[in-house]
């Protein structure tokens, strides 16, 4: 299959924290997934030794070989690589934080000949990359499904699955706006305000000015909804229950 290969991380260090190999681990699944193209991606762990941790897998399904280049071009300063995305960006962001795990020194990334250090410089500018770099008016549509207000502590947050494309999108909101905010909880909403988006183009959060509720194409009315729009003398003052015999005959 194209794009099969062989990808191994060098966990340098003495004492490692078994957290670090399964974090690792996790986090190249994420990264080569990402630049698949939406094959069904593969990883076959083929070894696995310490005291540094060495972890090798086999990769079917992804085109690896632009791992390497597209990190190093992240060193470079904080962009998107070429055949990127967000996720590549974020699998790479936590690699990099592997290191805070006990007893991890370095990381390094060998795919073929080439290796990659996954160190504070990709880190950096990956965090810089994801970081909002533009502004702008706008509205989205989307499913509100999370909801927090923490009161005690300042904190508040929101959670939009856009409805194009089921993109999770974070929401933030002022204070005297959250019980507005909250009664849309699970509902399909059209909210705007300010998007804020990152260097590769998606939105990194919204902030709230303004939220309503809008009705799906396939979504059926509840009965409420109608309530009072025939007036008050829609049957020119017969009694419901005797017009409804009246029309059974």
């Known amino acids: 299959m194209a794009g099969d290969g062989d990808i191994t991380v060098d966990l340098e260090g003495q004492g490692l924290d078994p957290r670090a190999v399964s974090d690792a681990i996790q986090q190249v699944e994420s990264l080569v997934a990402s630049i698949s193209g939406g094959e069904d991606v593969r990883l076959t762990l083929t070894d696995l030794h310490g005291g540094s941790a060495h972890i090798s897998m086999a990769v079917a399904g992804s085109p690896i070989d ?65 970081a909002p770099s533009s502004k702008a008016l706008g509205s989205v549509r989307g499913v509100l499904y999370r909801y927090a207000n923490d009161t005690a502590r300042g904190r508040r947050s929101a959670g939009l699955r856009r409805t194009d494309t089921g993109e999770a999108i974070d929401l933030r909101f002022d204070a005297e706006d959250a019980s507005r905010v909250r009664e849309h909880l699970e509902k399909q909403v059209e909210l705007w305000g300010e998007i804020a988006r990152d260097a590769t183009g998606q939105i990194a959060y919204i902030t709230i000015e303004g939220i309503e509720a809008v009705g799906g194409a396939d979504s059926p009315a509840r009965a ?17 229950a005797e017009w409804v015999r009246t029309l059974r005959g």
């Open 66 to 130: 632009t791992l390497h280049g597209g990190i190093e071009e992240l060193r470079t300063g904080p962009s998107l690589p070429s055949g990127w995305s967000r996720d590549s960006l974020q699998a790479v962001l936590g690699l990099s934080k592997v290191s805070a795990r006990r007893g991890v020194e370095a990381i390094n990334v060998r795919i073929g000949d080439t290796v990659s250090a996954i160190d504070s410089v990709i880190q950096e500018n990956a965090e810089r990359a994801l």
């Open 224 to 240: 409420s909804e109608g309530r009072g729009l025939l007036g008050s003398d829609w049957l020119g003052g017969a009694d419901p």
